[in-house]
């Protein structure tokens, strides 16, 4: 099969900018990038809410040879799905977050009944040969749904935050139903091997499934292929993006406020994962063990509020508020306040200037699937005279870039011992680091990682042989759930 014969089909909760606008993060880079090369649909929520919902009109605009189709949902959909069980159960399960995940059935039932409707739209614009390429979190059990509605096409799944470990992930009642309906798809995708691990190992202990060379998880006659492709960014573009003149611009802004200090920079979605509390307390500390910074450093946290509608997202606005102004209170004078935090979103050229102005980047989540900023203070450096990156030992970048100075976020004292070596850190080792970092960057970029994950979804074709029509019910544990409550049984295991 040649690769124009197979239409790419790309799910995910939003869709685009599919041109080069210097706003879109990594993953929007990748897809649009991919589109350009080879045409496709790209389908997704239009991030409205209307009386209709998803069962209103399709919106479609053309670029190109590329289609991006979105639909509405009803203000009931939209938060039963996106912000109750998409943000409140299982963005914190999944990030190892048990004490703050809440479960409820009514938002389990709207999540499953959004991806139902999903599949029913999507279901009528696909292609027998297109590769359907299903994204994140939202999206668990749309793969089953495209199935039930007869769909028999290769589908993909990748999932771009982290998977617990299965002992976490059985708090969540309907684990087992969520895990099974992932086996409908021919290949799952992770950006680590732990969490590929944590995924495989739920499947045998809760599914007993069997577990197969090359990835390949077996239940009943069903196989389903597990792979890691870590994401990347455009590294080229990015590097050049911190040379542009407005980079350069806010290169020189930032240095000039910096006025000589050595300048730390953290860049994070304002979210509870990314460590940006436990990252204060770090810098706090450097400024109580090491006197000798006071007047010699500054903090910036650029942190964009997300999710803003949230409780726990507002609260931890108001406390690294207070946090900062706590730390600035106790150590500023009259001509130095050692940390600023901004809210709001800087385009990515404006972006690649501060992290090249930057000495040392702070990239500290308590967890995180990949963590694109990392890879972006990276390709933003001048490779003569680079800044460190500090990176936490939970983010999954952490697998590629083991040349930063890896710490434990929850370490005030770690963070704190790393920031010192950092800013005194020789020209020659902060070469020797950067350059081995770059390596990987430049290497595992965006296109490489969507290429590589596409390759292995076309290859792949035994997820959906069927031997014996008889064990139809083995080869779709997705369906284990739905038959075994019409029989009034128990679940598996
Ligand atoms: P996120 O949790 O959003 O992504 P991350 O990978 O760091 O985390 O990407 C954030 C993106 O937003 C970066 O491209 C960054 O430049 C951008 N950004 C942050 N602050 C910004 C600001 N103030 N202005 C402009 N841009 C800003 C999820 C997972 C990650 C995974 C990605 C991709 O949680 O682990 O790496 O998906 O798979």
């Known amino acids: 099969m040649t690769e124009s014969m197979n239409r790419l089909v790309f799910v995910s909760n939003r869709v685009g900018p599919l041109g080069d606008e210097g706003k879109a993060g990594g993953l929007a880079v990748g897809l649009a990038d991919a589109l350009r090369r080879r045409g496709g649909l790209w389908f997704g929520w239009s991030g409205e809410t209307s009386e209709e919902g998803l069962g209103g009109e399709l919106r479609s605009e053309t670029h190109d040879k590329t289609e991006l189709v979105t639909v509405d949902m009803t203000e009931e959909e939209a938060q039963g799905f996106y912000l109750h069980y998409a943000n409140r159960t299982l963005w914190p399960l999944l990030h190892y977050r ?30 027998d040969d297109d590769l359907v390429w299903v994204h994140d979190y ?8 495209l199935r039930e509605q007869g769909y028999t096409g290769r589908i993909g799944f990748f999932l771009h935050i ?13 684990s087992l139903d969520l895990v099974s309906a992932m086996l ?30 090359d990835g390949l998880v077996r239940v009943g006659e069903r196989l389903t292929k597990t792979a890691t492709f870590p994401i990347g960014i455009d590294a080229e573009g990015f590097a050049e993006f911190a040379r542009s003149a407005e980079a350069q611009e806010h290169q020189a802004m930032v240095q000039g406020m910096a006025n000589g200090r050595a300048q730390i920079v953290g860049v994070d979605r304002m979210d509870y994962s990314k460590g940006i509390i436990q990252r204060f307390r770090g810098f706090e500390q450097l400024l109580e063990d090491y006197p000798e910074t006071h007047g010699q450093v500054r903090f910036l946290q650029v942190a964009p509020v997300s999710r803003g ?5 507002a609260e931890l606005r108001v406390e690294l508020e207070q946090l900062a102004g706590n730390i600035n209170g106790r150590f ?9 935090i901004l809210t709001r979103g800087f385009t990515r050229k404006a972006l690649a200037g501060i992290y090249r102005a930057s000495r040392v980047c702070m990239v500290t989540p308590l967890r995180d699937g990949m963590n694109l900023v ?7 450096q001048d490779p003569e005279d680079p800044g460190v990156l500090i990176l936490s030992r939970f983010a999954g970048a952490k697998a590629e870039l083991g040349a930063a100075l890896i710490v434990n976020p929850y370490s005030s004292d770690d963070v704190s011992r790393a920031l010192h070596y950092a800013l005194t850190m020789p020209l020659d080792e902060r070469r020797r680091r950067h350059a081995l970092m770059a390596e990987k960057v430049f290497q595992n970029t965006a296109a490489r990682w969507c ?25 779709k544990p997705w369906l284990w759930d739905k038959a075994l409550r019409l029989l009034g049984a128990v679940r598996p295991g």
């Open 98 to 127: 048990l004490d703050i995940a809440e479960f409820d059935r009514d938002s389990d039932r709207t999540y499953r009944a959004v991806n139902h409707r999903f599949a029913q739209r999507l279901r009528p614009l696909l292609k």
């Open 138 to 145: 939202h999206f668990f059990y749309l793969g089953a749904e």
């Open 162 to 174: 982290p998977f617990c470990p299965p002992e976490i992930l059985g708090a969540l009642p309907a």
């Open 184 to 213: 409908a798809y021919d290949v799952v995708g992770f950006q680590t091997e732990t969490d590929r691990r944590n995924f495989v190992t739920y499947c045998v202990q809760e599914l007993e499934a069997e577990e197969l060379d």
């Open 309 to 313: 509608q949230l409780d726990a997202y």
């Open 332 to 340: 500023a004078t009259l001509d130095w306040a050692p940390m600023q």
């Open 374 to 380: 990392a890879k972006e203070y990276v390709a933003a």
């Open 451 to 475: 290429d590589g994950f596409l390759e292995t979804l076309k290859a792949f074709d035994g997820g959906r042989h069927v031997d014996n029509p008889d064990d139809a019910i083995l080869q």
